[in-house]
């Protein structure tokens, strides 16, 4: 089955502790995207990678930490969470033909930092 | 920078009503992607329009991008309690095909 898998789902942590999000998907995608959605705000880019090795800013970069060594993995690293990066977090792949077809979002992992 | 505007934000419909949401970018875009997001679920991809003046329907869903590409609208027609959801637009703009701006989403609540 296609699937954008992420772990954890829920994480409650305190302010500093490095945490990492993995995301991993099995569609051979090239593209992938990580997300922040919170209410009133709708979806916004954190990061994302065109492919392997390959990443660049989203529109809300600042406290996050990306990297791509494997084509299937993506993990979001917060190496000093703050209250503030509480939220939804999604992590999305595509393909890259044409102009970039629909985004495959995984279930969505909820973060709380005290 | 690119901004994407939507309105409304919010929609409560009876059911049978029509309903459409309209999104409008601050910047010409190569090409906008509607979502739906039930409550709860995660994003779903509902289709992508490339081409200036693009009209495509699925179903009851007619989706539009307007002749400058710089906006775009979603009409459903007669909704269902299955409509029920938020319904988001997202764009590219001529800058790094990476970056996907997405409006703030409209919340459609239908009342059997």
């Known amino acids: 089955e296609a699937q954008v898998t992420q772990n954890p789902r829920y994480l409650i942590t305190v302010t500093g502790k490095k945490l990492t999000v993995t995301c991993s998907q099995n569609?051979?995608?090239?593209?992938m995207s990580w997300y922040r959605q919170d209410p009133g705000l709708g979806l916004r880019q954190i990061y994302y990678?065109?492919?392997?090795?390959?990443?660049d800013k989203g529109d809300v970069p600042e406290g996050y930490k990306v990297s791509r060594k494997e084509k299937r993995n993506f993990p979001l690293i917060l190496e000093s969470p703050s209250p503030n990066q509480t939220s939804l977090y999604f992590c999305?792949?595509?393909?890259?033909?044409?102009?970039?077809?629909?985004?495959?979002f995984g279930p969505g992992t909820r973060l709380t930092v005290t | 920078g690119q901004q994407v505007m939507q309105i409304p934000q919010y929609q409560h419909v009876q059911e049978g009503e029509d309903f459409t949401t309209y999104c409008n970018s601050s910047?010409?875009?190569?090409?906008i992607q509607w979502y739906k997001q039930r409550p709860g679920g995660h994003p779903v991809f509902l289709i992508q329009?490339?081409?200036?003046?693009e009209v495509k329907k699925q179903k009851r869903l007619t989706f539009q991008f307007g002749e400058a590409k710089k906006n775009s609208s979603l009409h459903i027609t007669a909704t269902q309690t299955t409509d029920v959801g938020t319904y988001f637009c997202?764009?590219?703009?001529?800058?790094?095909?990476?970056?996907?701006?997405f409006g703030k989403g409209t919340k459609l609540s239908v009342k059997p």
């Open positions: 999305a792949s595509s393909s890259t033909g044409g102009h970039y077809y629909e985004q495959y």
């Open positions: 569609m051979n995608h090239e593209y």
């Open positions: 990678s065109m492919n392997v090795e390959v990443t």
């Open positions: 910047t010409t875009l190569s090409n």
């Open positions: 329009l490339v081409k200036s003046g």
């Open positions: 997202a764009g590219r703009g001529g800058g790094s095909q990476g970056n996907l701006i």
